[in-house]
T-cell receptor
Framework: DADVTQTPRNRITKTGKRIMLECSQT?????MYWYRQDPGLGLRLIYY???????NKGEISDGYSVSRQAQAKFSLSLESAIPNQTALYFC????????????FGPGTRLTVL | GQSLEQPSEVTAVEGAIVQINCTYQ??????LSWYQQHDGGAPTFLSY????GLEETGRFSSFLSRSDSYGYLLLQELQMKDSASYFC?????????????FGSGTRLSIRP
C-alpha cells in the first residue's frame, strides 16, 4: 500500500466551484506539505504543516486554504476555482531529522474550465 | 529573494556521464537535495548534501560548495531509464521553521 495517497487523482471542474483535494499518509510523519507543479516552473509550495496545530503559508497560498484534520490527513481547498489553478498538485510528508526528505503522493491533476 | 537556477534541458548519450548544475540564493541554508521525476510520476528523493563535498550513491553523486552557493548532480553510466526531470531543492529557513524550495527542474534526455 502507498505511504502517501491523494484523492481524487484527476478532477475537472468549472470556474467558481469549490474543490477539496485530500491527502492521507501512513508514514507517521508530523510534517505535511501541498505543492503545485506547472510546466517549466517546478514545484511551488502552497501550504505546509509541521503538526496538527501548525499551519503555514507557502510561496503561493492566495486562493487556497488547508485543513490538518489529524496527523495523517491534510486537505487543500480551492474556495472558488479559477482556470489558472489548473495544475498538478502534490502532497508530501517529511521527517525533519537528517535530510528532511520529502515523500510525495501520486499527485492530483486538476483542470478548471 | 530566494531563487535556484538550473539548466532547463540537458541531452546526453547512453553510457556517458552528465552533470546538472544548481546555483542558489536563499536565507538560512541547511542543505541541498536532488529529486528525480519521471513523466507522469511523483518526485523521488535522490540525495542530500549538508556539508561541502561529494556524496556518492551508486551511479549518482552529488556535490555541494556552500561558499559558492553551488551544487551539482553527477550521473554516470547513463541508462535510458535515467531520462527524467531532475530538481535541486534547498532546505531553508530558521531552526524548526525550515522548508524546502525547489528549482524549476532540468529535463534530461538520453540518446542511444
Amino acid at each position: 500500500d502507498a505511504d502517501v495517497t491523494q484523492t481524487p487523482r484527476n478532477r475537472i471542474t468549472k470556474t467558481g466551484k469549490r474543490i477539496m483535494l485530500e491527502c492521507s499518509q501512513t508514514k507517521g510523519h508530523d510534517r505535511m506539505y501541498w505543492y503545485r507543479q506547472d510546466p517549466g516552473l517546478g514545484l511551488r509550495l502552497i501550504y505546509y504543516s509541521f503538526d496538527v496545530k501548525d499551519i503555514n503559508k507557502g510561496e503561493i497560498s492566495d486562493g487556497y486554504s488547508v485543513s490538518r484534520q489529524a496527523q495523517a490527513k491534510f486537505s487543500l481547498s480551492l474556495e472558488s476555482a479559477i482556470p489558472n489553478q489548473t495544475a498538478l498538485y502534490f502532497c508530501a510528508t517529511s521527517d525533519p531529522t537528517g535530510s528532511d526528505e520529502q515523500f510525495f503522493g501520486p499527485g492530483t491533476r486538476l483542470t478548471v474550465l | 529573494g530566494q531563487s535556484l537556477e538550473q539548466p532547463s534541458e540537458v541531452t546526453a548519450v547512453e553510457g556517458a556521464i552528465v552533470q546538472i548544475n544548481c546555483t542558489y540564493q536563499t536565507s538560512g541554508f541547511y542543505g541541498l537535495s536532488w529529486y528525480q521525476q519521471h513523466d507522469g510520476g511523483a518526485p523521488t528523493f535522490l540525495s542530500y548534501n549538508a556539508l561541502d563535498g561529494l556524496e556518492e550513491t551508486g551511479r549518482f553523486s552529488s556535490f555541494l560548495s556552500r561558499s559558492d552557493s553551488y551544487g551539482y548532480l553527477l550521473l554516470q553510466e547513463l541508462q535510458m531509464k535515467d531520462s527524467a526531470s531532475y530538481f535541486c531543492a534547498v532546505t531553508t529557513g530558521y531552526s524548526s521553521a525550515s522548508k524546502i524550495i525547489f528549482g524549476s527542474g532540468t529535463r534530461l534526455s538520453i540518446r542511444p
